[in-house]
Protein backbone atom coordinates (compact mmCIF):
# COMPACT_ATOMS: atom_id res chain seq x y z
CA UNK A 1 0.00 0.00 0.00
CA UNK A 2 1.98 3.30 -1.47
CA UNK A 3 2.52 5.52 1.76
CA UNK A 4 0.19 8.97 1.13
CA UNK A 5 2.24 12.13 0.71
CA UNK A 6 2.14 14.89 3.91
CA UNK A 7 0.28 17.69 2.56
CA UNK A 8 0.98 21.18 3.41
CA UNK A 9 -1.80 23.52 3.86
CA UNK A 10 -2.97 25.28 0.53
CA UNK A 11 -1.19 28.12 -0.28
CA UNK A 12 1.59 30.06 -2.71
CA UNK A 13 5.23 30.91 -2.16
CA UNK A 14 5.68 33.63 -0.48
CA UNK A 15 6.27 36.98 -2.46
CA UNK A 16 10.03 37.31 -0.04
CA UNK A 17 10.75 34.00 -0.95
CA UNK A 18 14.31 32.94 -2.17
CA UNK A 19 13.04 29.84 -4.31
CA UNK A 20 10.42 29.18 -6.98
CA UNK A 21 10.43 27.00 -9.79
CA UNK A 22 8.73 23.96 -9.64
CA UNK A 23 7.39 24.81 -6.33
CA UNK A 24 3.65 26.06 -6.28
CA UNK A 25 2.70 25.72 -2.80
CA UNK A 26 4.16 27.47 0.55
CA UNK A 27 5.71 26.79 3.66
CA UNK A 28 3.37 25.03 6.34
CA UNK A 29 4.26 27.24 9.68
CA UNK A 30 6.00 24.98 11.30
CA UNK A 31 8.29 24.38 8.61
CA UNK A 32 8.57 28.72 8.57
CA UNK A 33 9.16 28.71 12.17
CA UNK A 34 11.51 25.36 12.32
CA UNK A 35 13.83 27.14 9.03
CA UNK A 36 13.97 30.71 10.62
CA UNK A 37 17.80 31.45 11.78
CA UNK A 38 16.98 35.41 12.11
CA UNK A 39 16.73 36.01 15.76
CA UNK A 40 20.37 33.99 15.72
CA UNK A 41 22.35 35.34 13.29
CA UNK A 42 20.89 38.89 13.23
CA UNK A 43 24.42 39.47 14.95
CA UNK A 44 26.27 39.39 11.80
CA UNK A 45 24.10 42.18 10.40
CA UNK A 46 27.21 44.34 9.79
CA UNK A 47 29.38 41.11 8.52
CA UNK A 48 25.88 40.86 6.34
CA UNK A 49 26.26 44.36 4.94
CA UNK A 50 30.06 44.64 4.65
CA UNK A 51 29.86 41.86 2.71
CA UNK A 52 26.97 42.21 0.31
CA UNK A 53 29.07 45.97 -0.35
CA UNK A 54 32.03 44.11 -1.52
CA UNK A 55 30.13 41.64 -3.79
CA UNK A 56 28.17 44.44 -5.32
CA UNK A 57 31.34 46.22 -5.91
CA UNK A 58 33.00 43.03 -7.41
CA UNK A 59 29.83 42.63 -9.86
CA UNK A 60 30.00 46.29 -10.50
CA UNK A 61 33.97 45.53 -11.75
CA UNK A 62 32.72 42.54 -13.56
CA UNK A 63 30.20 44.38 -15.46
CA UNK A 64 27.46 42.86 -13.65
CA UNK A 65 25.61 46.37 -12.24
CA UNK A 66 26.06 49.39 -13.90
CA UNK A 67 28.14 52.36 -11.54
CA UNK A 68 24.09 53.66 -11.34
CA UNK A 69 22.88 50.28 -9.94
CA UNK A 70 26.05 49.58 -7.58
CA UNK A 71 25.56 53.29 -6.17
CA UNK A 72 22.30 52.68 -5.45
CA UNK A 73 23.05 49.36 -3.72
CA UNK A 74 25.53 50.54 -1.28
CA UNK A 75 23.76 53.69 -0.20
CA UNK A 76 20.69 51.26 0.68
CA UNK A 77 22.50 48.67 2.55
CA UNK A 78 24.34 51.44 4.01
CA UNK A 79 20.80 52.85 5.42
CA UNK A 80 19.79 49.33 6.39
CA UNK A 81 22.69 49.27 8.82
CA UNK A 82 22.18 52.70 9.93
CA UNK A 83 18.45 51.00 11.03
CA UNK A 84 20.23 48.10 12.79
CA UNK A 85 22.52 50.23 14.77
CA UNK A 86 19.79 52.14 15.67
CA UNK A 87 17.70 49.40 17.27
CA UNK A 88 14.99 50.66 14.67
CA UNK A 89 14.76 47.50 11.93
CA UNK A 90 11.54 45.54 11.72
CA UNK A 91 12.23 41.74 11.66
CA UNK A 92 9.04 40.65 9.41
CA UNK A 93 8.43 36.92 11.09
CA UNK A 94 7.91 34.89 8.79
CA UNK A 95 9.33 36.61 5.69
CA UNK A 96 12.73 36.83 7.09
CA UNK A 97 14.10 33.62 7.40
CA UNK A 98 17.70 35.16 8.34
CA UNK A 99 20.05 37.78 7.94
CA UNK A 100 20.29 37.78 4.33
CA UNK A 101 16.88 37.61 3.59
CA UNK A 102 16.15 40.20 6.03
CA UNK A 103 18.78 42.35 4.73
CA UNK A 104 17.89 41.81 1.04
CA UNK A 105 14.44 42.62 1.57
CA UNK A 106 14.95 45.77 3.37
CA UNK A 107 17.21 46.86 1.15
CA UNK A 108 14.76 46.31 -1.69
CA UNK A 109 11.95 48.47 -0.06
CA UNK A 110 14.60 50.90 0.11
CA UNK A 111 16.35 51.25 -3.71
CA UNK A 112 13.30 49.07 -5.31
CA UNK A 113 13.03 45.80 -5.87
CA UNK A 114 14.47 45.34 -9.26
CA UNK A 115 17.82 47.07 -8.47
CA UNK A 116 17.92 45.32 -5.01
CA UNK A 117 17.09 42.44 -6.68
CA UNK A 118 20.44 42.16 -8.56
CA UNK A 119 22.57 41.96 -5.14
CA UNK A 120 22.92 38.31 -5.18
CA UNK A 121 23.26 38.08 -8.62
CA UNK A 122 25.89 35.12 -9.12
CA UNK A 123 25.91 34.26 -5.37
CA UNK A 124 24.78 31.90 -3.08
CA UNK A 125 24.00 31.71 0.55
CA UNK A 126 26.47 29.04 1.64
CA UNK A 127 29.27 31.71 0.83
CA UNK A 128 27.32 34.31 2.19
CA UNK A 129 27.05 32.62 5.14
CA UNK A 130 30.34 31.66 5.79
CA UNK A 131 31.83 34.78 5.01
CA UNK A 132 29.76 35.85 7.80
CA UNK A 133 30.51 34.00 10.14
CA UNK A 134 33.95 34.52 9.62
CA UNK A 135 34.09 37.78 9.78
CA UNK A 136 32.37 38.13 12.67
CA UNK A 137 34.04 35.61 14.61
CA UNK A 138 37.40 37.40 13.25
CA UNK A 139 36.20 40.72 15.05
CA UNK A 140 35.26 39.12 18.41
CA UNK A 141 38.42 37.04 18.74
CA UNK A 142 40.46 40.00 18.07
CA UNK A 143 38.45 41.73 21.19
CA UNK A 144 39.66 38.80 23.73
CA UNK A 145 43.09 39.66 22.01
CA UNK A 146 43.27 43.39 23.41
CA UNK A 147 41.84 41.83 26.51
CA UNK A 148 44.51 39.14 27.07
CA UNK A 149 47.28 41.44 25.81
CA UNK A 150 46.05 44.23 28.79
CA UNK A 151 46.02 41.40 31.21
CA UNK A 152 49.32 40.34 30.52
CA UNK A 153 50.73 43.77 30.73
CA UNK A 154 48.78 44.37 34.26
CA UNK A 155 50.42 40.72 35.43
CA UNK A 156 54.20 41.92 33.82
CA UNK A 157 53.78 45.34 36.05
CA UNK A 158 52.72 43.95 38.89
CA UNK A 159 55.10 41.23 39.05
CA UNK A 160 57.74 43.53 39.50
CA UNK A 161 56.20 46.19 41.69
CA UNK A 162 55.64 43.64 44.03
CA UNK A 163 58.86 41.26 43.34
CA UNK A 164 59.74 41.51 47.09
CA UNK A 165 56.71 39.81 48.72
CA UNK A 166 57.30 36.01 49.83
CA UNK A 167 54.07 34.07 50.41
CA UNK A 168 53.90 30.31 50.73
CA UNK A 169 53.57 28.02 47.73
CA UNK A 170 51.25 25.13 48.26
CA UNK A 171 50.53 21.39 47.29
CA UNK A 172 47.17 19.89 47.51
CA UNK A 173 46.54 23.09 49.91
CA UNK A 174 49.24 22.68 52.36
CA UNK A 175 52.17 24.66 52.69
CA UNK A 176 55.12 23.32 50.79
CA UNK A 177 57.71 26.00 49.65
CA UNK A 178 58.78 29.45 50.23
CA UNK A 179 58.04 31.55 46.84
CA UNK A 180 57.23 34.93 45.44
CA UNK A 181 54.12 36.27 44.91
CA UNK A 182 55.45 37.44 41.88
CA UNK A 183 56.45 33.63 40.94
CA UNK A 184 52.51 32.91 41.29
CA UNK A 185 51.20 35.85 38.89
CA UNK A 186 53.98 34.93 36.49
CA UNK A 187 52.96 31.49 36.31
CA UNK A 188 49.20 32.48 35.07
CA UNK A 189 51.31 34.93 32.69
CA UNK A 190 53.00 32.14 31.28
CA UNK A 191 49.52 29.82 30.82
CA UNK A 192 47.49 33.00 29.33
CA UNK A 193 50.67 34.36 26.91
CA UNK A 194 50.34 30.86 25.64
CA UNK A 195 46.80 31.57 25.22
CA UNK A 196 47.37 34.53 23.43
CA UNK A 197 49.63 32.64 20.84
CA UNK A 198 47.54 30.39 20.40
CA UNK A 199 44.55 33.13 19.84
CA UNK A 200 46.49 34.64 17.05
CA UNK A 201 46.75 31.23 15.53
CA UNK A 202 43.45 30.55 15.63
CA UNK A 203 42.66 34.15 14.04
CA UNK A 204 44.77 33.57 11.00
CA UNK A 205 43.03 30.81 9.93
CA UNK A 206 39.60 32.31 10.77
CA UNK A 207 40.55 35.15 8.58
CA UNK A 208 40.42 33.28 5.25
CA UNK A 209 37.88 34.69 2.94
CA UNK A 210 35.32 31.99 1.34
CA UNK A 211 33.37 34.70 -0.84
CA UNK A 212 33.60 33.85 -4.15
CA UNK A 213 33.29 30.32 -3.55
CA UNK A 214 29.59 29.55 -4.72
CA UNK A 215 27.61 26.92 -3.48
CA UNK A 216 30.40 24.57 -4.00
CA UNK A 217 31.97 25.37 -7.54
CA UNK A 218 32.82 28.61 -7.71
CA UNK A 219 31.62 31.79 -9.33
CA UNK A 220 31.26 31.95 -13.33
CA UNK A 221 31.32 35.73 -13.72
CA UNK A 222 34.45 36.01 -12.99
CA UNK A 223 34.03 38.41 -9.82
CA UNK A 224 38.03 38.96 -8.11
CA UNK A 225 37.93 37.07 -4.86
CA UNK A 226 41.23 38.86 -3.79
CA UNK A 227 39.71 42.48 -4.26
CA UNK A 228 36.91 41.34 -2.51
CA UNK A 229 38.93 39.55 0.14
CA UNK A 230 41.18 42.43 0.58
CA UNK A 231 38.34 44.69 0.81
CA UNK A 232 36.92 42.52 3.94
CA UNK A 233 39.82 42.87 5.49
CA UNK A 234 41.12 39.39 5.05
CA UNK A 235 45.04 38.03 5.15
CA UNK A 236 44.17 35.36 2.09
CA UNK A 237 41.65 33.02 0.21
CA UNK A 238 40.45 29.90 0.84
CA UNK A 239 41.35 28.58 -2.20
CA UNK A 240 39.62 24.96 -2.67
CA UNK A 241 35.71 26.28 -3.31
CA UNK A 242 33.91 23.16 -1.43
CA UNK A 243 36.16 23.40 1.29
CA UNK A 244 35.57 26.92 1.70
CA UNK A 245 31.47 26.37 2.20
CA UNK A 246 31.60 23.16 3.79
CA UNK A 247 33.42 23.13 6.95
CA UNK A 248 32.91 24.72 10.32
CA UNK A 249 36.39 23.71 11.32
CA UNK A 250 37.34 27.14 12.22
CA UNK A 251 34.08 27.63 15.24
CA UNK A 252 35.01 24.21 16.54
CA UNK A 253 38.76 25.58 16.84
CA UNK A 254 37.66 28.56 18.39
CA UNK A 255 35.97 26.53 21.11
CA UNK A 256 39.03 24.53 21.73
CA UNK A 257 40.86 27.31 22.38
CA UNK A 258 37.96 28.74 24.46
CA UNK A 259 38.00 25.57 26.32
CA UNK A 260 41.98 26.40 27.23
CA UNK A 261 41.45 29.70 28.16
CA UNK A 262 38.43 29.35 30.96
CA UNK A 263 40.08 26.25 32.26
CA UNK A 264 43.03 28.77 33.13
CA UNK A 265 40.53 31.34 34.00
CA UNK A 266 39.29 28.83 36.48
CA UNK A 267 42.30 28.24 37.71
CA UNK A 268 42.95 31.68 38.21
CA UNK A 269 40.20 32.56 39.79
CA UNK A 270 39.90 29.53 42.37
CA UNK A 271 43.13 30.83 43.44
CA UNK A 272 42.40 33.99 44.18
CA UNK A 273 38.79 33.24 46.00
CA UNK A 274 41.12 31.04 48.15
CA UNK A 275 43.61 33.50 49.10
CA UNK A 276 40.80 35.81 49.84
CA UNK A 277 39.56 34.20 52.24
CA UNK A 278 39.65 34.82 56.19
CA UNK A 279 42.37 31.19 56.08
CA UNK A 280 44.51 32.58 54.15
CA UNK A 281 44.26 36.68 53.59
CA UNK A 282 47.02 36.95 51.02
CA UNK A 283 44.40 39.39 48.95
CA UNK A 284 41.53 41.44 49.42
CA UNK A 285 38.60 41.53 46.51
CA UNK A 286 37.13 44.59 45.99
CA UNK A 287 33.39 45.70 47.05
CA UNK A 288 32.89 46.09 43.44
CA UNK A 289 33.69 42.72 42.55
CA UNK A 290 32.50 40.76 45.46
CA UNK A 291 28.72 39.54 47.05
CA UNK A 292 27.93 38.16 50.54
CA UNK A 293 25.83 35.34 51.91
CA UNK A 294 22.46 36.05 53.18
CA UNK A 295 22.83 34.40 56.82
CA UNK A 296 27.15 33.63 56.85
CA UNK A 297 29.01 36.91 57.07
CA UNK A 298 31.51 35.76 54.55
Not at 169 to 194: C, D, E, K, N, V
Request: net charge negative; glycine share 8%.
Amino acid sequence: MASEQLRAPESKPGENMLWGGRFTGGLDPLMVSYNESIYYDQAFHTQDILGSIAWARANHKAGILTASEFSAIESGLKKVEEEWVAGTFKIIPGVDEDIHTANERRLGEIIGKDIGGKLHTGRSRNEQVATDMRLWLRDELRKIEVFLVDFLKVTAARAEQEIDLIMPGYTHLQRAQPIRWSHWMLSYGMAFASDLERLREVIARVNLSPLGAGALAGNCFGVDREAMAKELGFEGLLWNSMAAVSSRDFVLETMQWGTMLMTHLSRWSEDLIIYGTGEFSFVRLADAYSETFRVPPQ
